[in-house]
């Protein structure tokens, strides 16, 4: 079975519909046709400033919510990343065989410092991207599913594994993005011209899993639309429509083509109203058992001590390699 891993980070009290759609959904389908690990990354969560207590129920909501939308530690190993002690080892000697300029070329880190500002920018922002490669290798994954906007730290990725391997003999496996296109980038209700973002979308631009269900119907329903009335998926157009044509369908698991004919001489309105109630309907479950397993935190904690106890067996061996490749000493 091919390897798989990814990450997110608890930095919101909710995942919003751009994770789901474009990265999560497709860990809970890769379960069963992958060797899959899954982890909650709370060492990256600490690079933009944060709240020790909120960080401490972020990382609980975020693996409850993993497990409440169908990851099951039965046929994945889903674990917390401070857990394991590896990923910020691997991480360092990664650090020292990156460019400068090189990490310096991540768009997400130009955008975030720019932002931040010099003085509130930190160094571990700067090196988010390595340790999240450090993340990818330690597993010798083959796929990594995520949405458009982690593509970079991807490439990024593959250059660190083909680098180290050039210079101090196989180490890694080359490990390549899954990105479903269809759904690759969720775009902001209010704002169709940007992804919707935990840290850029207004509130009415992003819909939280674990928000108030009506709030979110009231978010689709009045979304930015385009001007004209015609359903058509058109996304340099018709961005707005298209963006909720794009939800509806991987919500439903229709095509756009049917809803396209399904939507034939019928008005906006009628779309968005009919999106909010298959949002509604898909939400509530997910809500309630989120709310089951932040319930019981002895037990969930119980699963992700199993969960890390499965990561380090691979990432203990992996980092073991590294170190002796690169040329440390190996402890007598
Ligand atoms: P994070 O926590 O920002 O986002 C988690 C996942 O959600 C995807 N995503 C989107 N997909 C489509 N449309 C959107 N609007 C949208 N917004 C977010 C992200 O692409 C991501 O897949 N750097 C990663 C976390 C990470 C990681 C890793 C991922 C750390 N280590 C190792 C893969 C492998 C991040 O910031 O994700």
Known sequence: RPRVLSGIQPTADSFHLGNYLGAVRNWVSMQDTHDAFYCVVDLHAITMGHDPA???????ISAAQLLAVG??????????????????????????????????RMVQFKDKSAKAGQDSTTVGLFSYPILQAADILLYQADQVPVGED???????????AQRFNTRFGKTFNMPS????????KIYDLQDPSIKMSKSASSPNGIVELLEDPARSAKKIKSAVTDTGREILYDEENKPGVSNLLTIYAALTNRAIDELLEAYDGRGYGDLKKDLAEVLVDFVKPIQERTKLYLDDPAQLDKVLAVGAEKARAVSATTLARAYRNVGFLSPA
């Open 177 to 184: 993005p899954y990105i479903v296109k269809d759904t690759a």
């Open 150 to 160: 982690q593509r970079q730290h991807l490439e990024l990725t593959r250059d660190l």
């Open 71 to 104: 990851l099951d530690p039965e046929r994945c190993t889903l674990f917390i990343q401070s857990h394991v002690p590896e990923h910020a080892q691997l991480g360092w000697v990664l650090s020292c065989i990156t460019g400068f300029g090189e990490a310096g």
């Open 54 to 60: 909120t960080l401490r129920n972020r990382s609980r």
